[in-house]
């Protein structure tokens, strides 16, 4: 991060393990690395909400409080969170369910000062835009929104009239950009619209946190999230040169 200028990162491991495990003395031994670095944290990035609305909620709730705790160890009160997949659960039954393990995900992060952020990803209750702009409302902006524009356009959905309807709710955004055939690319080389979107809002919003996540190098999994093949025929020699070229992109576009 120092070598590529950036002063700011949202966490979600530390030394392979998921922000969600660490124990309070692993965060603060992890706070500690980054102040010594002069890297703050703008937001953690978990994983709540991401397992069935009727699997073991008891447990995650849990979760929920550790994760909690290690964001006002790292000094952020954002959270991302994810909706729930269905489970077993089909139809009414599975946004009732929902719904109601989000409000007990609020409640908890309102009595931790935190606040959830919730990411659009495919298979969950907030996968099209209609469907999170619906549940934000449910909450009465209790929930707030990280935009992610590359997932949109990964699902099929044009993530301009996404942004359009999700801007009142929008508290961060994450930078990731693709293609509507499924190839993941370097912000700006795809159909995210990064740059009308980031200029839409910062010419009458506050500034907010961006989170660059391009996905350009061996990241395992995504493909398997997503039901697609995300091959990009931009290739990097190590994750570090991925990013260069991701953060100088995107900075020659907001420019």
């Not at 055939?181 to 961006?210: F, M």
């Not at 061996?218 to 697609?228: H, I, K, Q, Y």
Request: hydrophobic share 45%; proline share 5%; aromatic share 6%.
């Amino acid at each position: 991060l120092s070598r590529l200028g950036i002063r700011r990162m949202e966490v979600r491991g530390v030394d392979g393990r998921n922000v969600s495990v660490l124990t309070p003395a692993e965060v603060k031994t992890a706070a500690a690395r980054l102040r010594d670095a002069g890297v703050t944290v703008s937001a953690v990035g978990s994983p709540l909400g991401k397992i069935a609305a009727d699997g073991d909620i008891p447990a995650h709730m849990e979760t929920a409080r550790r994760v909690f705790e290690t964001a006002g160890l790292l000094g952020t009160r954002l959270v991302r969170v994810f909706s729930f997949y269905p489970g077993a659960l089909t139809g009414e039954a599975f946004r009732e369910a929902a719904l109601t393990q989000l409000d007990r995900l609020l409640t908890l992060a309102d009595e931790a000062g935190v606040t959830l952020c919730h990411e659009n990803e495919a298979d969950i209750l907030g996968e099209s835009p209609e469907a999170c702009r619906a549940l934000l409302d449910a909450f009465g902006g209790r929930l707030r929104c990280v935009f992610d524009m590359g997932n949109f356009v990964l699902g099929g959905y044009d993530p301009l009239g996404a942004y359009r309807l999700l801007r009142p709710y929008i508290d961060y955004f994450h930078i990731k950009d693709a293609r509507r055939d499924g190839c993941i690319v370097p912000p700006g080389c795809g159909d995210a619209r990064i740059a009308e979107i980031l200029t839409d809002y910062a010419a009458a919003s506050a500034p907010v946190p961006v989170t660059l996540e391009p996905h350009l190098h061996a990241f395992v999994g995504l493909s398997d999230l997503t039901g697609r093949s995300l091959a990009t025929p931009f290739t990097y020699p190590d994750g570090e040169s991925a990013m260069r070229d991701a953060r100088d992109r995107l900075i020659a576009m907001l420019a």
